[in-house]
């Protein structure tokens, strides 16, 4: 069922009875429980008079104003660190909906359908995943040569070129779901008259500084996360290696330095310097990259596994399909990566090398295959919703 209503603004607004089922799917508890009293906006310490989340996120929820939901940059400058829950007096949970209301808006945005079951359905997920993994693996597997010598021969056994030509594929298909995704965004979040660049004349006057508080600040630099969203501040003070922002940090940049150390190696192959696979001391560039970031990214998803097995406070209370297939399989890469790289430094080959080697390369393909369609699409989605949010917050106070 829906119906018009008039909002503050005197427009028309659609709204639908159907969207809080919905929602509940991805995850979120029953937030009619929420009668509005406005203290999750006034104990969060990123609100602001223009950005009253998750207090605007959770009304447009109630009256089923889809558009406005997917349309809010607020949904995505949640980090949930959980005062919110703490504090509401109603126990309407509005942390674990501000990510319910995400993984919505992540599917939602993905035009193939994937995502919407990937989050809804762990039996789907299951499958899927580890059909993905399966034929990845398979398929790479059956172009495999046989080797032999004392020292691992990996791009023997499963030819460089066939990594390669199959990594494009993939990287081609996280393009398709990205940019996808993406134009979808992009169309309903700055199609939002308040969301302009402007301090004066030029509607294009605060784009570069908004560009730099997204990308820079936030999504590198991690600083409102790093100085306000860290630890419950009526609780003990976690030592620095514990901390929200650490493990996190720890979890993404191990993944991105990975990724880094991945495509470096290859750009040395390709101009001669070294050739893929060859063993180099630990202390080598690019292997020294390689091992600090698989050390960081272990480190945070063991740490985040703990705690999600633990359910050691309110924001790791519920965790869904999308949380659990999105942290084992990046434990999974990195500690495959780590045993992988153990068997390159023995004296002799170990047979079991190359099965290491062939779960580690399908994994990560894996992996970046299901960016978009899962909690790594936060990482897509975030820095643009940053940025809109910034432009829009310069508009207000310009206003």
Request: overall charge positive; hydrophobic content about 45%; aromatic content about 12%.
């Amino acid at each position: 069922m829906s119906v018009l209503v008039e909002d503050r603004r005197a427009e028309r607004v659609r709204v639908e009875a159907s969207l809080l089922p919905e929602l509940r799917r991805f995850g979120a508890v029953d937030i009619s429980a929420c009668f509005n009293c406005g203290n999750c906006t006034a104990i969060c310490p990123l609100s602001s008079d223009d950005g009253a989340f998750p207090r605007r996120v959770i009304r447009y929820a109630q009256l089923g104003s889809r558009d406005r939901l997917l349309a809010s940059p607020e949904l995505w400058t949640c980090y949930q660190c959980g005062e919110c829950t703490r504090t509401c007096p109603r126990d309407a949970d509005p942390a674990e909906f501000m990510a319910a209301a995400r993984r919505y808006a992540v599917a939602s945005y993905d035009r193939t359908g994937l995502a919407r079951r990937l989050a809804t359905s762990a039996a789907f997920a299951g499958v899927f995943i580890g059909l993905l993994v399966f034929l990845l693996a398979g398929f790479m597997y059956s172009a495999h040569r046989p080797v032999s010598g004392s020292e691992l021969a990996l791009f023997e056994f499963l030819p460089a070129r066939l990594i390669h030509d199959l990594g494009l594929v993939v990287l081609g298909l996280f393009g398709l779901g990205a940019v996808g995704g993406l134009v979808e965004m992009v169309r309903r979040v700055f199609r939002d008259g308040r969301i302009r660049g402007t301090t004066g004349g030029s509607r294009f006057d605060g784009v570069g500084e908004a560009a730099w508080y997204a990308v820079g600040r936030e999504s590198i630099g991690q600083t409102r996360y790093r100085e306000e969203c860290t630890e419950d501040r009526d609780g003990p003070v976690d030592p620095w290696y514990l901390r929200r922002w650490f493990v996190h940090a720890a979890t993404i940049w191990g993944f991105l330095g990975l990724l880094a150390a991945t495509i470096l190696d290859y750009l040395l192959d390709l101009t001669g310097v070294k050739r893929t696979g060859t063993a180099v001391p630990l202390w080598y560039p690019v292997r020294l990259l390689g091992t600090l970031a698989g050390l960081a990214l272990v480190y945070g998803t063991s740490v985040a596994i703990v705690r999600r097995i633990r359910r050691t406070d309110c924001v790791f209370a519920v965790s869904t399909v999308s949380d659990w297939s999105f942290v084992w399989l990046l434990w999974l890469a990195g500690v495959t990566g780590f045993v992988l790289e153990l068997a390159l430094y023995l004296p002799k080959a170990p047979a079991w090398g190359y099965s290491v080697f062939l779960i580690h390369v399908a994994v990560a393909m894996a992996l970046v295959v299901l960016a978009p369609f899962g909690k790594f699409a936060h990482a897509i989605y975030r820095p643009v919703a940053l940025f809109a949010y910034r432009l829009k917050g310069r508009a207000g106070s310009s206003g």
